[in-house]
């Protein structure tokens, strides 16, 4: 569940940057009460989201996502750490200890950072966190994608065994996937050196803004190698095993 909540201060988009929007949504800031409606409304939506039998469901919730950039009103242009971090905090306080959704698991999800130092700022704290990630992608220079990914994914694995978190890519992806063997030999290699429990392609939205391949796209035939590869599990996969309420330990 990510969400590109829209600015609370002024009912604009989440790319609305012309204020300092986290510090008024902050107990005592002129938009508080609006943002815990707003949170009202978000909860009672999860809360319906349930299996066959009524069973309240594992939600990976992903908020303030690619915190450290400057394109959303919780970018690190428009707050201070201290700031963002009381809004974090604030927030999963309410949806776990007020709204009683025990059924989130917590994705912290930064943009660009290049140590554990800058990856630190603005971490909230390990109480409010079950996973530690970050969104990557790949543009027109695939070698830096590659080095930036590598790097960024050995230092999250350092921050979560630490931490007692899973380490993650919540996003990534290669608009239009050019290259014909990009999954095999661009991706793989790097998510088998490393250990993220999840990665998330971006959306297919238009015929021009894609990131996962369709029949007949140039990277097709080396997705289906990816997915056959042994070393990932897909969504079909993955039920069969059972593994909501189990132990999965990876050797």
């Known amino acids: 569940?990510?969400?590109?909540?829209?600015?609370?201060?002024?009912?604009?988009?989440?790319?609305?940057?012309?204020?300092?929007?986290?510090?008024?949504?902050?107990?005592?800031?002129?938009?508080?009460?609006?943002?815990?409606?707003?949170?009202?409304?978000?909860?009672?939506?999860?809360?319906?989201?349930?299996?066959?039998?009524?069973?309240?469901i594992p939600i990976l919730f992903r908020p303030f996502h690619e915190l450290t950039g400057?394109?959303?009103?919780?970018?690190?242009?428009?707050?201070?750490?201290d700031e963002f971090k009381q809004l974090w905090r604030f927030t999963?306080?309410?949806?776990?200890?007020?709204?009683?959704?025990h059924q989130l698991l917590v994705v912290f999800s930064e943009a660009d950072f290049n140590s554990e130092a800058e990856f630190m700022q603005r971490y909230p704290g390990s109480a409010?966190?079950?996973?530690?990630?970050?969104?990557?992608?790949?543009?027109?220079?695939?070698?830096?994608?590659?080095?930036?990914?590598?790097?960024?994914?050995?230092?999250?694995?350092?921050?979560?065994a630490r931490e007692h978190k899973l380490a993650c890519l919540p996003e990534t992806g290669y608009e239009q996937i050019p290259q014909a063997n990009w999954w095999t030999t661009v991706l793989l290699p790097i998510l088998q050196r490393h250990k993220a429990s999840y990665v998330m392609a971006w959306r297919n939205g238009r015929p021009d803004h894609y990131y996962v391949?369709?029949?007949?796209?140039?990277?097709?035939?080396?997705?289906?190698?990816?997915?056959?590869?042994?070393?990932?599990?897909?969504e079909n996969r993955l039920a069969p095993l059972g593994v909501y309420g189990r132990y999965v330990l990876r050797k």
């Not at 999963?92 to 959704?101: A, E, M, N, P, S």
């Not at 543009?139 to 960024?152: A, E, G, I, S, W």
Request: overall charge negative; aromatic content about 16%; charged content about 25%.
């Open 1 to 56: 569940f990510c969400w590109h909540m829209d600015n609370p201060a002024n009912g604009k988009a989440a790319w609305d940057t012309s204020m300092r929007t986290v510090k008024e949504l902050l107990p005592g800031g002129a938009a508080h009460a609006t943002y815990v409606q707003w949170l009202d409304k978000a909860a009672a939506y999860l809360n319906e989201l349930r299996g066959d039998d009524g069973e309240l």
């Open 92 to 101: 999963i306080d309410y949806l776990r200890q007020t709204k009683k959704l």
């Open 128 to 160: 409010y966190v079950d996973f530690v990630g970050f969104d990557n992608y790949c543009y027109k220079n695939v070698d830096d994608y590659k080095r930036n990914l590598d790097k960024r994914l050995a230092i999250v694995d350092t921050i979560a």
């Open 213 to 234: 391949p369709y029949p007949g796209q140039v990277s097709e035939a080396d997705f289906v190698r990816f997915f056959n590869s042994g070393a990932v599990i897909f």
């Open 70 to 81: 400057n394109w959303f009103w919780w970018g690190a242009n428009t707050c201070a750490p």
